[in-house]
């Protein structure tokens, strides 16, 4: 089991950035698949970003694409979002959340084990 704690949200102004960081607890950090999921007031969760445990391949919604990086560091058991070129649509809570399965799924139902959110809002 893994527990996650994310930190690193603000408010910034539009075509900033920031860098999301997702610390994990357990001392099997390495076999997790981990993602980085977004929910905007009214809307669903949606799938932002993915890196497998197996071989470190990472997957963006086309959202994000070319904007944001997902990253971890194994030594610090800590998943990253470095989101750069924010855009006022990027405003939601982001969750960091981990399966054990090596391969990545867009939906929600897929990861048993989440983190608290933390909020990021980008100003106009």
């Known amino acids: 089991q893994v527990q996650l704690v994310e930190s690193g949200g603000g408010l910034v102004e539009a075509g900033g950035s920031l860098r999301l960081s997702c610390a994990a607890s357990?001392?099997?950090?390495?076999?997790?698949?981990m993602v980085w999921f977004r929910q905007a007031p009214g809307k669903e969760r949606e799938f932002v970003a993915g890196?497998?445990?197996?071989?470190?391949?990472?997957y963006y919604s086309d959202s994000v694409k070319g904007r944001f990086t997902i990253s971890r560091d194994y030594s610090q058991n800590t998943l990253y979002l470095q989101m750069n070129s924010l855009k006022p649509e990027d405003t939601a809570v982001y969750y960091c959340?981990?399966?054990?399965?090596?391969?990545?799924?867009?939906?929600?139902?897929?990861?048993?084990?989440w983190g608290q959110g933390t909020q990021v809002t980008v100003s106009s």
């Open positions: 890196i497998r445990w197996s071989n470190d391949n990472t």
């Open positions: 959340a981990a399966r054990t399965m090596a391969t990545i799924e867009y939906t929600r139902d897929w990861y048993p084990y």
């Open positions: 357990g001392r099997t950090f390495g076999r997790y698949s």
